[in-house]
């Protein structure tokens, strides 16, 4: 008798929580951050951390002279090359982000 009782009261609790859901309405980005921009940009450097720094400074740097505004985002870098000794890193970087329009 218990189990039925916990079943339907959890049918009842997931009954209310999918009525709310569907009637509550979201704006999707209230904040006005609502246009996706994205930009791909390569950087170099004599370090692994230089080289990446400047692929995703470009990057960056490329969605802001679209987007004046923009959320900080997300970042997917690839190596392209290194050089045999070590002394050349070059990366190859797209970000992106929400931007307002």
Known sequence: MQKGTRL???GLVSAVVAAGLATTPVA???D???TPRSATAVGA???YAAGLAA???RARAAVLAVGHDCTP???STITTYI???G???VFQSTHQAMCVD
């Open 8 to 10: 339907r009261r959890l």
């Open 28 to 30: 999707a980005h209230a």
């Open 32 to 34: 006005g951050y609502d």
């Open 45 to 47: 450097g004599n370090t």
């Open 55 to 57: 692929a995703e400074q």
């Open 73 to 75: 985002g997300t970042y």
């Open 83 to 85: 050089s045999p000794g």
């Open 87 to 89: 002394g050349t890193w």
